[in-house]
């Protein structure tokens, strides 16, 4: 299928923010649309190819830029220097990546392996990318108004809008279902779950994808099946064995074909029923 794809800015409470949309350029009339949220390394080559993939499903895909929002990305976030670090945190056996994050002292040991000068400018970028820069406050609005963005866009013309992030993004697409009323439906891959007290103010149909081989946010999801069962929420929580965190990135070692294809068809499922429901009849 032919793609208009073309970066835009649109205007949130924090300030206008970049985004990468991406849509079917042959479809005329409205079409639904996808806010794909970023992982924690923000809208890089994966994150782009991703939105691509909805907009050949039919939808208007729009990844806002996050890091972007009120002026631009921060030197220490800029794309080389992000792309260096996620170099780096590949190069270590996956079970070393909380250690190093997580404490200091194996951190500099193993940036310490790096060429000289470069530990420093990684260091200052993983403490960036780490340290605060994914806080659910900040993104939130920026998020709400990426909603609002694609029901208004002539492309969508007022369609229904669901929302898909992966990792960090993951964590913020459920904290967007609990928060966004005008969303209809949520999926979240690898992210945190939000606090039970925020899930009663979920309105849309949610899916959840992870990997057993994630203890930390895994272990989170039998109180948020609970929280949405409480609140009547349709939700499907899906955990993979045998499979790590961001399974679903084929650029990175962590990718698990058989997970991720599974995912990816109960996702386009998810969204096919509450996005854009076609009448049909069945032949007999």
């Known amino acids: 299928m032919q793609l208009s794809t073309e970066w835009v800015d649109y205007d949130s409470a924090r300030g206008p923010t970049s985004a990468y949309l991406a ?15 970023q992982e924690v390394w923000g809208v890089d080559g994966h994150i782009r190819d991703v939105t691509e993939r909805f907009a050949t499903a039919g939808y208007v895909a729009l990844a806002p830029e996050l890091y972007s929002t009120g002026g631009g990305r921060p030197e220490a976030l800029g794309a080389e220097r992000v792309e260096e670090a996620k170099a780096f945190l590949n190069s270590l056996p996956p079970d070393r990546w909380m250690a190093v994050l997580g404490d200091e002292a194996q951190r ?49 013309g007022g369609r229904a809008v669901g929302s898909v992030g992966f990792c960090m993004g993951g964590g913020l697409s459920a904290q967007l279902a609990c928060n966004e009323p005008t969303l209809s439906a949520a999926v979240v891959y690898y992210g945190s779950s939000p606090p039970a007290e925020q ?9 959840g994808f992870y990997g057993q081989d994630d203890p930390a946010i895994v272990a989170g999801l039998p109180a948020f099946h609970e929280a949405l069962d409480a609140a009547g929420v349709d939700h499907e929580l899906r955990v993979y064995p045998d499979t790590p965190h961001a399974f679903f990135n084929d650029t990175r070692p962590s990718y698990r074909p058989e997970a991720a294809r ?15 429901p076609v009448s049909s009849a069945e032949v007999a």
């Not at 960036?128 to 208004?152: C, K, R």
Request: hydrophobic letters at 45%; one cysteine or more.
């Open 23 to 37: 849509r079917p350029a042959p479809v005329a009339g409205p079409t639904p649309g996808v806010v794909v949220v």
């Open 108 to 156: 500099a040991e193993a940036l310490g392996q790096l060429p000289a000068g470069r530990g420093g400018q990684v260091g200052e970028t993983l403490g960036t990318l780490f340290g605060g820069a994914t806080e659910v406050g900040h993104h939130l609005p920026v998020l709400q108004a990426a909603v609002s963005y694609l029901h208004t866009h002539p492309a969508c």
């Open 199 to 207: 899930v009663t103010g979920t309105r849309c149909p949610l899916r």
């Open 262 to 276: 599974d995912a990816w068809a109960r996702t386009l499922a998810c969204f096919a029923a509450a996005l854009g």
